[in-house]
């Protein structure tokens, strides 16, 4: 296999350095062309993967591989960044976008490094850089946050690290190939047991920093949509990536992790529905919404097997294109925006928010419904209809959250302008068509659902699970 493989990766990567560059040695009147100039980074990134991804094989003695599910997983990553940038486009020359724009280009990258990784080496150095790059993303408008986040963001790469320790010991190599041989399922014992739940905790942790943000900071609303796209999106996508890439490699030892990563996903269903719900504002509900999806995507995991993790990549996707763009529709300059009344103010993004909360509710026939009907038919094939249950239970309590916030922006009156009926009449409504672009992907997901669905079979086949 030839090194050109490598060009998307090379393309993000210089992307982040050329934008944290012209940043410093250009003229603020030019930096929309290096807004500009992102966006086309990507589109090609994303066009090159496609196209040199196609081709199978290995680099760097092993070390590095292309097969379907790093092709999938590119892909989905490339696409959650493309709406990211696209979203930033409205920002202006506000310089918290300004500095957290190469840091999502840095999410990525790391993502696109777990995704090709053959060793627990890789996979931790994909994850790590990601992660610090997100939490430095959302530290950029809100350092304390960021400090919060840095915090727990350690600790769960220590229990990553020590898991992997551990899980090398047992194993007496890094690779996934030699976790995928050594261990059988007469290895199950209370030591690997523990250092697989040690493992997976640390990477659960990572998929629960949008939640932990939400939790603990009034709705997160102190972190730009920038920030909360590259936490709650991009980096919710990479530790998805990581988690299938390990469990391909330990399903041998399933017994030692199925069963808490079912729990774990039932859990986070109902949780994310009963927040979606009860919360007040528009990015709390997006927040709770994402993990209510990632739930159904630990669920497709845990099924443990071809289909069930097929169904999982199809979530992963429609997960990052909504989660990574919803936060900037979702947000204004006072942090959260005005729903009442928004259909008048701004039609075109009240239409594209709809979309994408609908499709984060897994409401039919839009992207995430497809994802989440695929591994609802695994659940039930594979005798845990129980954790279907959780599933459905969580996606009627989100469903109620969503039509309150969808009857917000369309039936409520928005509030009076100073100067009452006559100002009223003067006020300017926003045609903007730059939201409306994560809203067609999201549509266009949903329309070329069979071709994606076999590449997400071909992705999970890849994986070498039964």
């Known amino acids: 296999m030839r090194t050109t493989a490598l060009v998307p990766e090379v393309i993000v990567a210089g992307a982040a350095i050329a934008l944290l560059l012209g940043t410093r040695l250009l003229p603020r009147r030019r930096w929309l062309w290096l807004r500009v100039g992102a966006l086309a980074a990507v589109v090609a990134a994303l066009g090159l993967e496609l196209w040199l991804g196609a081709a199978l094989g290995t680099l760097f003695s092993g070390g590095w591989q292309q097969d379907r ?84 963001s350690a600790v769960a790469g220590g229990l990553v690290a020590v898991g992997f320790g551990v899980l090398y010991a047992m194993a007496g190599g890094s690779s996934l190939a030699a976790l995928d041989s050594a261990l059988r399922p007469s290895s199950v014992s209370l030591p690997l047991a523990f250092a697989v739940l040690l493992t997976l905790t640390g990477v659960i942790i990572r998929l629960g920093l949008a939640p932990f943000q939400i939790a603990t900071l009034e709705g997160g609303l102190s972190v730009g949509p920038l920030g909360a796209g590259a936490l709650g999106g991009l980096l919710t996508g990479v530790a998805a990536v990581v988690a299938a890439r390990l469990l391909s490699g330990l399903d ?70 909504a989660a990574a763009a919803a936060p900037a529709l979702a947000a204004d300059e006072n942090g959260d925006v005005q729903l009442a009344g928004l259909r008048r103010a701004q039609p075109i993004r009240a239409i594209a928010l709809t979309i994408l909360i609908l499709s984060l509710a897994g409401v039919p026939p839009l992207a995430g419904f497809i994802g989440q009907f695929a591994v609802a038919a695994e659940l039930i ?86």
């Open 252 to 321: 041998a030892v399933n017994l030692a992790w199925a069963p808490w990563l079912s729990v774990l996903a039932a859990f986070a269903m109902v949780l994310g529905g009963l927040r979606a719900a009860t919360a007040t504002s528009a990015r709390a509900i997006v927040a709770w919404l994402v993990v209510a999806q990632v739930g159904w995507l630990a669920a497709g995991l845990a099924v443990h097997d071809q289909r069930g993790s097929a169904g999982a990549l199809l979530v992963l996707g429609a997960l990052l294109l």
């Open 69 to 152: 599910f790093a092709l999938f997983a590119k892909a989905a990553l490339l696409l959650g960044l493309l709406v990211l940038v696209a979203g930033d486009l409205e920002a202006g020359d506000q310089d918290a976008s300004w500095s957290g724009l190469p840091l999502a280009f840095l999410v990525v990258f790391g993502g696109m490094v777990a995704a090709s990784a053959t060793s627990l080496v890789g996979l931790w150095a994909g994850l790590e850089l990601a992660a610090l790059a997100a939490i430095a993303a959302a530290g950029v408008t809100a350092r304390d946050i960021g400090l919060r986040l840095l915090l727990v």
């Open 381 to 466: 094939r594979s005798s845990v209809a129980w954790v279907l249950l959780a599933g459905l239970l969580g996606s009627l309590l989100a469903l109620f959250g969503v039509v309150r916030l969808i009857r917000q922006m369309y039936l409520e009156p928005g509030p009076e302008p100073p100067g009452g009926a006559r100002a009223r009449g003067r006020s300017t409504t926003s045609w903007s068509p730059i939201p409306l672009a994560p809203a067609v992907l999201v549509l266009l997901y949903s329309v070329l659902a069979n071709p994606i669905s076999g590449l997400a079979q071909q992705g999970a086949a890849a994986l070498r699970l039964p």
